[in-house]
């Protein structure tokens, strides 16, 4: 019924650019916190950016000042611009929403994941 679906990862060098993207399909009615959680292999899956509905964020301190949360909120969508990447930003990178569903009440979601890869 509902899904996350991200777009937007690949390859990129040091020093590059990539815009993520995350939308909410299906039912849903509204959207309170949107966040970017990433995973790197062999460690724990960390929050990189939150924002909430009013367009209040908090970043990773690493990422502070290269990444930038945005959202959406007629399109229940949420977005990661990413600057400056460093061969460390590589990872899966995830989104997480609370999302207002058909049932008529806020839940959590989770999307599949898309990869980033900073390599020269």
């Known amino acids: 019924q509902v899904q996350l679906v991200e777009s937007g990862g690949g390859v990129v060098q040091p020093g590059g650019s990539l815009r993520l993207s995350c939308e909410a399909s299906?039912?849903?009615?509204?959207?309170?916190?949107m966040s970017w959680y990433r995973q790197a292999p062999g460690q724990e899956r960390e929050l990189v950016a939150t924002i909430d509905r009013s367009h209040g964020t908090d970043y990773l301190d690493s990422v502070k000042g290269r990444f930038t949360i945005s959202r959406d909120n007629n399109k229940n969508t949420v977005y990661l611009q990413m600057n400056s990447l460093r061969p460390e930003d590589t990872a899966v990178y995830t989104c997480?929403?609370?999302?207002?569903?058909?049932?008529?009440?806020?839940?959590?979601?989770w999307g599949r994941g898309t990869q980033v890869t900073v390599s020269s």
């Open positions: 997480n929403a609370n999302l207002l569903d058909y049932t008529g009440r806020y839940r959590y979601y």
């Open positions: 299906g039912t849903v009615f509204g959207s309170e916190i």
